[in-house]
């Protein structure tokens, strides 16, 4: 305990350098713990977005494009979906439960999802936990309502009630917004820490009434312009005009829905009433950009999967979530260990930056050893004083890089979540990362050996004579 003490007091006499050596080794550890704690929970995020989903269906392309942009929200489809292909797969005997998923507008930033209520009933994450609302409900009949997602609501401070404006493609600052059809708040989901957070998500049919009045991929103007008001009277006239279709046994696409929508558009007012072909088009959507699927029994997710990737009626391409995930993650793998390394270095610099301080001093203290050997110690007790001084700068810097980890997570927690969906959280230092502050600890008392080894030789052939 005494050559603790006076290791101490030591550093406390050189407390510049000493403090200055504890700050390198402290932010050095706290790189590491840094890009370990991000690395894990960059993992844990990736293997709990998607849960309980047997196949993700889309557009025939690469399956890591297809998770990005079906999942994460990142980047676009090569191409899209037909209705009755989704309709065919949907109707399959294997298939349990089927959410279609249409993509293309955006919201500040935030991507706009189209999906049906079973959306809300089958979408699991984690480790199959279904999603949850915080305040209100999901959409319904109104086409023009919206459910957010956690993040957008919190980050921009919407309520309940509060209408919004979605404009046209992904882009953060878009020149084509669909100003003339507003959405109304009407649910807020719990979060999840997944994509489902910064999405906004609506109805298919409201999707496609955004878009009803659009000609050759741009907006109609002037009397070809629909309101919302009219694409709300427009969704109300549909349903009528499937069932009146059904009644006379058409096939859903015929000349008797036309009719049954014009009559009813003419007794709801003639001047505004949407047109026939617009209603057909309000009354399902054409196309969609991928499907999720859950099946019955997971036997049949390769037979199922081998049947969509060989289907005739167009390209396809299924994948199995758990196999795209890791896959991904095998090619994030390289630059992974590559930060890891970098920061192991940089830990390293630390402890070279320790050692060079204490082997500088050794020469500046043989007056200060030899008076330690003049009131009785050993060459051992000194070799003892200079290891003990190197691990207390290290446990110091361990200490203080460990605090200020601690620190940064809760100054940026909710930045880091808010712009990369990655929720770093206040835990304990996991086991692996009790492990690193140990080798650090180690290498540390190694390192320290050095300055160790030279000050016993020294105080071995110094004795009591000091040369000046």
Known sequence: MYLFRLALASLA??????????????????LLLAVERVRSEARSSFAST????????GARSGSINLLL??????????????????????????????????????HRGYRVLGTTPTYFEHYHYGRDQALELAQGRGFASDPFEVTLGAEVADALHYQLGQQIVL??????ISLVKHDDKPFTVVGILKRTGTPVDRTLHISLQGMQALHVDWQ??????????????????????????????????????????????????????????????????????????????GLKSKIATFSVQRE????????????????????LWSLMGTAEQALFVVSLFVVLTGLIGMLTAILTSLNERRREMAILRSVGARPWHIASLLLLEAFSLAAAGVLLGVSLLYLGI????????????????????????WTLLGAILAAALLMGAIPAWRAYRQSLADGLSIRL
């Not at 998607?50 to 269906?57: A, E, F, K, N, R």
């Not at 209705?83 to 293309?104: M, N, Q, R, T, Y």
């Not at 009277?233 to 008797?256: E, H, T, V, Y």
């Open 167 to 172: 404009a046209h493609g992904v882009a953060t």
């Open 69 to 106: 942009y079906s999942v994460f929200r990142i980047g676009n489809a090569t191409n899209n979906i037909r209705w009755d292909s989704f309709e065919h797969f949907a109707a399959d005997p294997k298939v349990k439960w089927a959410i279609p998923i249409s993509l293309g507008d955006s």
């Open 13 to 30: 006499n050189r407390r510049f350098t000493a403090l200055l050596t504890v700050f390198a080794i402290a932010l050095s550890v706290c």
């Open 308 to 327: 969509i990737n060989e289907f005739r009626g167009e390209p396809l391409l299924a994948i199995l979530p758990g196999v795209a995930l890791q896959e």
């Open 216 to 293: 050759n991929g741009v907006p109609a103007h002037g009397a070809g312009r629909i309101s919302a008001d009219q694409a709300r009277q427009l969704a109300r006239a549909c349903p009528q005009a499937s069932r009146a279709q059904a009644g006379k046994g058409g096939n859903g696409g015929g000349s008797g829905v036309y009719e049954a929508v014009n009559e009813h558009a003419e007794s709801a007012s003639n001047a505004a009433a949407p047109s026939a072909v617009a209603c057909g088009q309000a009354l399902q959507p054409t196309a969609i950009t991928a499907v999720l699927l």
């Open 50 to 57: 998607i849960s309980g989903t047997d196949l993700i269906v």
């Open 410 to 433: 809760a100054l940026a927690q909710n930045a880091v979540q808010a712009n990369y969906g990655l929720f770093l959280p206040l835990a304990l230092p996991s086991r692996y990362e």
